[in-house]
């Protein structure tokens, strides 16, 4: 398996809600110690950070989601979530886990840069 896998993706209409899960479990280097965040892909956009985690649960999050997402983390459960809230149609999108390269860095900016462990993704889909 995946060192990080998404789960929690679906279906939901506008102004809904919905909460994903990632599993940390398959990273065998330091996964407590590592900065992860959540990216987001929309058909034919780069890929864009969407909110970033510290291990000391210092969090930053993209414009466009801030007020509307929360990040958190678990490390004794080796989980990572995004509660995502007042869902918009361009929300959708295929989300992301991922993880940063170096250890205990402090999470300043939402980018994949820096990013070197990802999962395979859960689609996001807001629509009526």
């Known amino acids: 398996q995946l060192p990080l896998v998404e789960s929690g993706g679906g279906l939901v209409q506008p102004g809904g809600s919905l909460t994903l899960s990632c599993s940390t479990s398959g990273v065998s280097s330091g996964p407590g110690q590592r900065a992860i965040g959540w990216f987001r892909q929309a058909p034919g956009q780069e890929r864009e950070g969407v909110a970033c985690?510290?291990?000391?649960?210092?969090?930053v999050y993209a414009d466009s989601v801030r007020g509307r997402f929360t990040i958190s983390r678990d490390n004794a459960k080796n989980k990572m979530y995004l509660q995502m809230y007042n869902l918009k149609p361009e929300d959708t999108a295929v989300y992301y886990c991922?993880?940063?390269?170096?250890?205990?860095?402090?999470?300043?900016?939402?980018?994949?840069?820096?990013?070197?462990?990802w999962g395979q993704g859960t689609q996001v889909t807001v629509s009526s």
């Open positions: 985690i510290s291990t000391s649960s210092t969090t």
């Open positions: 991922g993880m940063d390269s170096s250890w205990f860095r402090t999470a300043t900016r939402v980018s994949p840069v820096g990013y070197d462990t």
